[in-house]
């Protein structure tokens, strides 16, 4: 629900947090797992890998085809997807 007016429509965080609650049983069957640490203004989402992902060769792959092509997708104001620590 949007915070400043109630009128029910999700924020921009709460639409990016419902998807990647989507992308985290895929990441989970590989032994990994994903938070959402938030949102910058400028719309770009950060996220924790945790698990398998941490460390993995493979992680900056995931992160950029895997969930942030996924949140562009279905949320065109994403700006990018970091990693953080």
Do not use: H, W, Y
């Not at 990441?27 to 945790?50: A, P």
């Not at 995931?62 to 620590?85: H, N």
């Amino acid at each position: 629900m949007c915070d400043s007016c109630g009128c029910g429509e999700k924020t921009f965080e709460a639409k990016v947090a419902e998807i990647i609650e989507s992308i985290r049983p895929m990441l989970q069957n590989d032994g990994g797992d994903i938070e959402l640490v938030g949102c910058d203004e400028d719309k770009t989402v950060r996220v924790r890998l945790q698990g398998a992902c941490k460390g993995c060769p493979g992680a900056q792959m995931t992160l950029k085809m895997g969930v942030e092509r996924m949140l562009k997708q279905k949320i065109s104001d994403v700006k990018e997807v970091v990693a953080v620590d």
